[in-house]
């Protein structure tokens, strides 16, 4: 049986939702497992925060990023299950959700995935709280346009581009004054803005003093090498030297996001079907906005024991 080339990617930070895998943990004991040894090795309440909220806490940078973590690899998890020998072509996750493309693809073990980001939730909370700041996208224009915007922009504040993530949406990280200034121009050259549900400038200098703190924290985390190509956020493209791998997710606190070349390599390489595994279906869209207009590419998203199914169907052909 030939499966088809298969590209699955993990969603990060802005995906969260009240319930998110719970019917997975209801129903499969693995999966329960799973979020058991989440609130063990972060000393947080995942079960409740995951299934009851409330959304403001889920939120929190701090609790946020063990809870969808944890969520993506039962996600993987329980596809392993439903598609037994299955491998990708590809991994990749947006922002947070690399990490879980690191575990996919043999970097590294649930317990050391789940130890690095509760303490990049520390650390990223820590910053966000000395240094405040925000998101905001900017639908309508193009990196072109907004680098010109910025390479104009002279302060006071912080703006940067934090995510390159489709040829006309790209968010921009900041503090208030600079996020202001700057949108306030995009809008005035044509661009829609919108602020985005989180409350740290990812990806930006505003959060750069976590990355010293967070590489040596990883110092003492075992990386291997990838079984399956793993397209990096801050490179755009794939890294084999465990050694380098971490300099880069290390740096990928504070660095942008290169999210449209990643879809672009996956497509060039002739992927068939790309999988969004976890909670809603932001990259998905993303992806859609990305893919040529006549492409027989599939694109699925899959959260819940159907979607997983559906998956497995569609990937076995």
């Given at each position: 049986m030939r499966m088809k080339k298969t590209a699955i990617f993990f969603p990060g930070q802005g995906s969260q939702y009240v319930g998110m895998g719970q019917a997975l943990v209801e129903q499969d004991a693995e999966a329960a497992a799973l979020m058991d040894l989440a609130e063990q090795i972060s000393g947080f309440p995942i079960h409740t925060l995951c299934f009851q909220g409330p959304l403001a806490d889920l939120t929190r940078v701090l609790y946020l990023q063990p809870a969808l973590t944890v969520v993506n690899l039962i996600c993987w998890q329980q596809l392993l299950k439903v598609l037994p020998g299955f491998t990708p072509s590809f991994l990749a996750g947006h922002s947070l959700g690399e990490y879980s493309a690191l575990h996919g693809a043999g970097v590294l073990t649930l317990e050391d995935t789940l130890a690095l980001v509760t303490k990049r939730g520390q650390l990223m909370e820590r910053e966000g709280a000395a240094h405040p700041g925000g998101m905001r996208a900017v639908l309508g224009l193009d990196i072109d346009q907004i680098e010109a915007i910025l390479a104009d922009f002279i302060g006071p504040g912080v703006a940067v581009v934090a995510n390159h993530n489709t040829a006309s949406q790209i968010?921009?990280?900041?503090?208030?004054?600079?996020?202001?200034?700057?949108?306030?121009?995009?809008?005035a050259q044509g661009g829609r803005i919108f602020p985005l549900n989180v409350s740290v400038a990812n990806h930006s200098p505003l959060v750069a003093g976590a990355v010293d703190d967070f590489a040596a924290f990883m110092a003492n985390i075992t990386f291997r090498p990838p079984q399956v190509p793993v397209l990096c956020n801050v490179t755009g493209g794939s890294e084999r030297d465990p050694g380098q791998l971490k300099g880069i997710m290390a740096r990928q606190i504070a660095t942008r996001v290169h999210w449209l070349p990643i879809v672009e390599r996956m497509i060039a390489e002739g992927v068939e079907v790309m999988v969004e595994l976890g909670p809603k279906n932001v990259l998905t869209g993303m992806v859609k906005k990305i893919l040529p207009k006549q492409s027989d590419i599939i694109c699925l998203q899959a959260d819940t024991p159907e979607g997983l199914a559906k998956v497995a169907e569609i990937v076995a052909g």
């Open positions: 968010v921009l990280s900041g503090d208030a004054a600079g996020l202001d200034a700057v949108t306030a121009v995009c809008a």
